[in-house]
C-alpha cells in the first residue's frame, strides 16, 4: 500500500519541472506520467557492485582527527535515522547527507563495524523506497532546519524521512509521523529513554532496557496515533533499533552492551561520536535481540480504527516463525517493492532489477531469489 507521504510526493512530481527534480529524489510511488516526464532528465548510472568488507574489521578509533564532528549546515540532509547523522557529520558520508550505496556501504562498517551482510539489507532496502533507483542516490534525510525549509521541499527530497516501509511508527526519539514530525530529535520521547534506563539498567541502557522502552513506545503510539502501524517491515526494524544503540554507541573497548545515557543523547540528538570513541571490536548486527524480543510479547499488528484500537495481524505469523528471514525478504520485494513500482518499464526496470538482485545478496543465498519483474 502506497503511504501518504507517497501520494503527496506524486502529486508535487507532477507539478514540479522536471528539470528541477532532484537527483537523488526518490521515484517510487509516482505516477507512470510523473516517471515519464522526469526519468528522460535524469542519468542513468548501473548500480555498481558493492564494496567488499572491509579489511580490518577489528575496533579501532574512529572519532579522530580526520573525521572531527562538525554540524550540518541549513542545505545538509538529515532525518530519522542518528547513525546516519552521525556518519555524515564525521565525515564517513558525504557532509550534504546525500549519498550512493557503495559510500553507504563502506560507512556504516568503517564508522561502527556493523556486519557486512546486514550493511547490504539496510542500504538497499533503503534505496529501493526512499532512493532514485536511476542515479544510485540516496538522501538520509530532509533539510537539517528544525522547521524545514521555506517554502517546503517536495515530498521526493524527504530521502528517509518518508514515512513508510523503512522509517515507521514508536521510534525510540522520533515522534510518529502522524503527528507532523517523524525525523527531529523529541526531547520528551529521550526522557522516556532516561527514565527506564534508570529504573531498569541502573542508569544505563542496555538490552532489557531496550525489551521495556520498545513496549513503552508501542503502548504509547497505540494510545494516541490513530493509524499506528506496526507490522513487517517496521516490526522487524523496530526492534533492531533496540539492539543498534548497544552494538554500535558502545565503544568498542568496553563492549559491555551497557551504553551511558549521555552517550546516547550525543548520538540521537546531536549526531555526535563522544570524543576518543573507538568503533565496535568486531562485526556487530542484531545481537541481543532476543533479549528485547523476551521482555515484553509484542504481536505485529496495526490500529484498525482509531486510537485503542490495535488488532494483530494474523499474516505476521509467517515472519515470527521463520528463522532464516526468507519470508521477511520475500515479502519486502513483493509488497513493499511492487507496490511503490507496479509496472516499471524500459530504464526504470532494468535499474529496479539489478537493486533487487544487489538486495537479494543480504541472504548470502540461503533463499529462493523472486522475481517480480522477470529477469533481464
Given at each position: 500500500?502506497?503511504?501518504f507521504?507517497?501520494?503527496?510526493?506524486?502529486?508535487?512530481a507532477?507539478?514540479?519541472?522536471?528539470?528541477?527534480?532532484?537527483?537523488?529524489?526518490?521515484?517510487?510511488?509516482?505516477?507512470?506520467?510523473?516517471?515519464?516526464?522526469?526519468?528522460?532528465?535524469?542519468?542513468?548510472?548501473?548500480?555498481a557492485?558493492?564494496?567488499?568488507?572491509?579489511a580490518?574489521?577489528?575496533?579501532?578509533l574512529?572519532h579522530?582527527?580526520?573525521?572531527p564532528?562538525?554540524?550540518?549546515?541549513p542545505?545538509d540532509?538529515r532525518g530519522?535515522?542518528?547513525?546516519?547523522n552521525?556518519?555524515?557529520?564525521?565525515?564517513y558520508?558525504?557532509?550534504?547527507g546525500?549519498?550512493?550505496?557503495?559510500?553507504?556501504i563502506?560507512?556504516?562498517?568503517?564508522?561502527f563495524?556493523?556486519?557486512?551482510?546486514?550493511?547490504?539489507?539496510?542500504v538497499?532496502s533503503s534505496l529501493?523506497?526512499?532512493?532514485?533507483?536511476?542515479?544510485n542516490?540516496?538522501?538520509i534525510g530532509?533539510k537539517?532546519?528544525?522547521t524545514?525549509?521555506d517554502?517546503?521541499?517536495?515530498?521526493?527530497?524527504?530521502?528517509?524521512n518518508?514515512?513508510?516501509?523503512?522509517?515507521?511508527?514508536?521510534s525510540?526519539t522520533?515522534?510518529d509521523?502522524?503527528?507532523?514530525?517523524?525525523?527531529?530529535f523529541?526531547?520528551?520521547?529521550?526522557?522516556?529513554?532516561?527514565?527506564?534506563s534508570?529504573q531498569?539498567?541502573?542508569?544505563?541502557?542496555?538490552a532489557?532496557?531496550?525489551?521495556?522502552?520498545r513496549?513503552?513506545?508501542?503502548?504509547d503510539?497505540?494510545?494516541?496515533?490513530?493509524?499506528?502501524?506496526?507490522?513487517?517491515p517496521r516490526?522487524i526494524?523496530?526492534?533492531?533499533e533496540?539492539?543498534?544503540p548497544?552494538?554500535?554507541?558502545v565503544?568498542?573497548?568496553?563492549?559491555?552492551?551497557?551504553?551511558?545515557?549521555?552517550?546516547?543523547?550525543?548520538?540521537y540528538?546531536h549526531?555526535r561520536?563522544?570524543?576518543?570513541?573507538h568503533?565496535?571490536?568486531?562485526?556487530?548486527?542484531?545481537?541481543?535481540i532476543d533479549?528485547?524480543?523476551a521482555?515484553h510479547d509484542i504481536?505485529?499488528?496495526?490500529?484498525?480504527?482509531?486510537v485503542?484500537?490495535?488488532?494483530?495481524?494474523p499474516?505476521?505469523?509467517a515472519f515470527?516463525?521463520?528463522?532464516?528471514?526468507?519470508n521477511?525478504?520475500?515479502d519486502?520485494?513483493?509488497?513493499?517493492?511492487v507496490?511503490l513500482?507496479?509496472?516499471?518499464t524500459?530504464?526504470?526496470?532494468?535499474?529496479?532489477?539489478?537493486n533487487l538482485?544487489?538486495?537479494y545478496l543480504h541472504?548470502?543465498?540461503?533463499c529462493?531469489?523472486?522475481f517480480?519483474y522477470g529477469?533481464?
Amino acid at each position: 500500500m502506497v503511504s501518504f507521504a507517497s501520494f503527496v510526493t506524486l502529486a508535487l512530481a507532477i507539478t514540479l519541472p522536471a528539470a528541477a527534480f532532484p537527483t537523488y529524489g526518490s521515484l517510487a510511488g509516482l505516477s507512470r506520467e510523473a516517471l515519464e516526464e522526469i526519468i528522460p532528465n535524469l542519468e542513468y548510472k548501473r548500480a555498481a557492485d558493492p564494496p567488499p568488507p572491509i579489511a580490518y574489521n577489528g575496533t579501532k578509533l574512529v572519532h579522530d582527527a580526520r573525521h572531527p564532528y562538525r554540524p550540518p549546515g541549513p542545505n545538509d540532509m538529515r532525518g530519522p535515522c542518528p547513525g546516519l547523522n552521525t556518519l555524515a557529520n564525521h565525515g564517513y558520508l558525504p557532509h550534504n547527507g546525500i549519498a550512493s550505496p557503495e559510500q553507504l556501504i563502506w560507512a556504516v562498517q568503517e564508522g561502527f563495524n556493523m556486519e557486512y551482510l546486514t550493511a547490504i539489507n539496510i542500504v538497499y532496502s533503503s534505496l529501493l523506497v526512499d532512493g532514485n533507483v536511476i542515479t544510485n542516490l540516496l538522501s538520509i534525510g530532509g533539510k537539517s532546519r528544525l522547521t524545514g525549509p521555506d517554502p517546503p521541499a517536495p515530498a521526493t527530497a524527504a530521502g528517509l524521512n518518508t514515512h513508510g516501509p523503512i522509517e515507521g511508527d514508536a521510534s525510540t526519539t522520533r515522534g510518529d509521523a502522524y503527528f507532523g514530525d517523524n525525523h527531529n530529535f523529541n526531547e520528551t520521547l529521550f526522557q522516556e529513554f532516561v527514565d527506564l534506563s534508570n529504573q531498569y539498567g541502573a542508569g544505563k541502557y542496555n538490552a532489557t532496557v531496550g525489551g521495556e522502552l520498545r513496549y513503552r513506545r508501542v503502548q504509547d503510539s497505540i494510545a494516541t496515533n490513530p493509524v499506528f502501524s506496526f507490522v513487517p517491515p517496521r516490526y522487524i526494524a523496530g526492534f533492531a533499533e533496540m539492539v543498534f544503540p548497544l552494538n554500535f554507541w558502545v565503544d568498542g573497548r568496553r563492549g559491555d552492551g551497557q551504553l551511558d545515557v549521555d552517550v546516547a543523547r550525543g548520538f540521537y540528538q546531536h549526531g555526535r561520536m563522544p570524543d576518543d570513541f573507538h568503533r565496535a571490536s568486531k562485526p556487530m548486527s542484531v545481537e541481543g535481540i532476543d533479549i528485547v524480543l523476551a521482555v515484553h510479547d509484542i504481536a505485529p499488528g496495526r490500529n484498525i480504527n482509531g486510537v485503542n484500537t490495535y488488532t494483530p495481524d494474523p499474516n505476521a505469523v509467517a515472519f515470527l516463525n521463520d528463522p532464516t528471514g526468507c519470508n521477511a525478504y520475500v515479502d519486502f520485494v513483493n509488497n513493499a517493492v511492487v507496490g511503490l513500482y507496479p509496472n516499471p518499464t524500459g530504464v526504470l526496470r532494468r535499474a529496479i532489477n539489478r537493486n533487487l538482485d544487489l538486495y537479494y545478496l543480504h541472504t548470502g543465498g540461503k533463499c529462493t531469489q523472486v522475481f517480480p519483474y522477470g529477469r533481464d
